[in-house]
């Protein structure tokens, strides 16, 4: 149903592209994509950069409308899509984070080698499918009591440590420390708690995913070092999920609020996907308090999965939890909004910073940054699709001029579910999956077929865009030997 | 007469509803929407809900009534087959669904869907049709 769009591109750089102010009446700024000539033109297969140009009619977008190289079709927003706004006289939009509120990504290393972990990788893998529920509508272990929700939504990775889910180490290498200051539970709708209650430690279903990998290759040794990544071979885990039923509540909540707040406020917008209210209004001001919520409700979900995933490979391999070496690299959110310090026009000025399918790539000696990555600067996960590779990245000083410190988030999809679905049955791509020597427990096999490697752009073009560009900087490549599919 | 097809899009699926009246075009959305997440055949009517609603108009209206579905589901994890919009006035509605819990053994969630958007979201009062992108 998507038609080639036809709008005016202008060349920039090899790996950057321009959307002229003049492209449409309305637009505030210009929109600038990351991409290269072939990648371009893929990109032009769909609506994602009428997208682009919407996202730049937001009031108070500064400097350009931007579009990483994984961007695609979205609703309101692409994937992809990163847009600053002043905190003065700018908007926050609940369509610039999407649904699943930050969805995010885990990376765990361990001392493990391949030839540790391939004799029992399947009792690993079923021991992974069994420890973490997974699939729609699927329940966790935790039961929370009446009120404890509140203290998830406030603490997030803190309550989970609290519980005995992990180590107060962990949260040193969560984004935000997995405790999103701001964030006011009174602003949470009883729909959204209802939801949210039953279904923590969940990982849901569609793109999300558990991965045992290898360090398939390492580019930049001394960087990798310092994440505890130190030889080809080496053991990893991904975990990939986000805030399930209660950001999906939060969303629905305040996309309503803001239709009514744009007519209040006088905003006129091409789309009501992208309905979004001043920062400064009350409705903004509830809305982040409400996202901060449900982004500390995903890292209490992630923190948890940690859990079990450290628990399920010290029991199938008889080891303990040290010598496995089970430890965090990082956590980071690609769906989310935050005000952050950032330099405009020479100054530094307080922005709203939404992204939306896009990852925080903060360069080295970045305040917010733990101290081990102040050095190497901090480290971006980068998840492929199940059977190709994945990447782990470092962000960039040129990062932090251009893009108010992002980049890409993934692969980013070029086929729909049901046009995966024509091509392949779930049952075709598993044992193509199994040839290749990846082990895989899914929920749902239609959900394999929908999730199949074609149906997305190949991460290794994505990630190298995003270096070549320099707004990050590829330090190792991983290769999945199971998948946990919901 | 057809009750619904699906539209494609990259990274989600939408889909459009018909019926005689706008109602029954609701209704046939929400018949939809669950086609999308399981085969709706194997789901009996052993439970009811009644849903009411009244938003700001129409289109808010289709946005929060799939939505309050999707929240029984997460909630009640049922799963309807059928959903009868008996009062319909522009921005409000009262329907009664019928369907059952969600049971492992006997039912299968072929996709999630997490949420409905109000990208490229069309109420058509003329041909009594409505359009959906589901975030899924």
Redesign the interface.
């Known amino acids: 149903?998507?038609n080639k769009w036809s709008g005016p591109v202008e060349k920039i750089d090899d790996y950057r592209w321009r959307i002229p102010l003049s492209y449409k009446k309305g637009m505030r700024v210009p929109g600038i994509i990351y991409a290269d000539k072939e990648m371009l033109e893929q990109i032009r297969e769909?609506q994602g950069l009428e997208q682009v140009a919407n996202v730049a009619f937001l009031p108070g977008i500064v400097c350009c409308s931007l579009a990483m190289p994984d961007i695609?079709?979205?609703?309101?927003f692409p994937?992809g899509g990163v847009a600053a706004m002043r905190i003065d006289d700018g908007v926050v939009s609940p369509?610039g984070v999407?649904?699943?509120i930050n969805c995010g990504v885990r990376l765990l290393r361990t001392n493990l080698k391949k030839e540790d972990v391939m004799p029992k990788i399947r009792q690993l893998v079923d021991a992974l499918f069994a420890s973490v529920p997974s699939?729609?509508?699927s329940e966790g272990k935790i039961r929370l009591s009446k009120g404890e929700i509140d203290q998830v939504l406030v603490r997030g990775s803190r309550w989970a440590v609290e519980k005995g889910y992990g180590k107060p180490e962990d949260l040193d290498v969560t984004e935000e420390h997995g405790e999103m200051k701001g964030a006011d539970p009174s602003k949470v709708s009883g729909?959204a708690k209802?939801?949210g209650a039953?279904?923590l430690g969940t990982l849901?279903?569609?793109n999300h995913f558990l991965e045992v990998a290898l360090i398939d290759e390492i580019f930049e040794p001394a960087i990798a070092a310092d994440m505890g990544i130190d030889e080809v071979g080496q053991v990893v885990l991904y975990i990939h999920c986000g805030s399930r039923?209660l950001g999906?509540?939060v969303?629905?909540d305040y996309?309503?609020e803001m239709?009514?707040a744009m007519a209040k406020y006088g905003i006129e917008l091409p789309?009501?996907?992208l309905?979004c209210a001043p920062v400064k209004s009350p409705e903004g001001q509830a809305y982040l308090a409400a996202m901060r919520c449900a982004a500390n409700y995903a890292w209490a979900n992630r923190q948890c999965i940690a859990h079990w995933v450290r628990e399920a490979f010290c029991r199938v391999l008889g080891i303990c939890e040290a010598d496995a070496g089970l430890e965090m690299i990082y956590d980071v959110a690609h769906n989310i909004a935050k005000i952050e310090d950032h330099q405009l026009n020479g100054k530094k000025e307080k922005l709203c910073v939404h992204r939306k399918g896009a990852t925080r790539a903060f360069p080295a000696g970045h305040p917010d940054l733990p101290q081990i990555y102040a050095r190497i600067g901090q480290p971006v996960l980068i998840p492929g699709d199940m059977g190709r590779v994945s990447y782990v990245l470092v962000g960039t000083e040129r990062a932090m001029k251009e893009t108010f410190g992002s980049t890409c988030h993934g692969a980013g999809?070029?086929?729909?579910?049901?046009?995966a679905k024509r091509h392949l049955t779930g049952r075709e791509v598993l044992h193509e999956l199994e040839a290749k020597g990846i082990t895989v427990r899914a929920?749902?096999l239609?959900?394999l077929a929908?999730e199949a490697s074609e149906a997305y752009k190949d991460a290794t073009k994505v990630v190298n865009i995003a270096h070549n560009a320099g707004i990050s900087k590829i330090v190792a490549r991983t290769r999945p030997i199971g998948v946990i599919k919901? | 007469m057809r009750r619904f097809k699906l539209i494609e899009h990259t990274a989600d699926i939408g889909l459009v509803a018909y019926g005689r009246t706008l109602a029954e075009a609701y209704g046939n959305a929400a018949y939809g929407m669950f086609s999308i997440m399981t085969d709706l055949r194997k789901v009996r009517e052993a439970e009811s809900r009644v849903v009411e609603l009244n938003e700001d108009d129409a289109e808010a209206l289709l946005f929060e009534w799939l939505n309050r579905l999707l929240y029984l589901f997460d909630v009640e994890r049922l799963l309807f087959k059928r959903c009868e919009v008996v009062e319909f006035d522009g921005n409000k509605l009262k329907a009664v669904c019928h369907g059952e819990k969600f049971d492992p053994l006997r039912h299968r969630i072929k996709l999630g869907v997490k949420s409905a958007t109000y990208h490229m979201l069309k109420v058509d009062r003329e041909k009594n049709r409505v359009q959906v992108i589901l975030d899924v």
């Open positions: 149903m998507s769909e695609h079709w979205g609703y309101g994937i369509g999407g649904f699943d699939g729609v509508g729909r209802e939801r039953p279904q849901g279903s569609g039923g999906h509540q969303a629905d996309v309503k239709v009514r789309e009501r996907q309905a999809r070029v086929q729909s579910r049901a046009a929920e749902s239609s959900g929908e919901g």
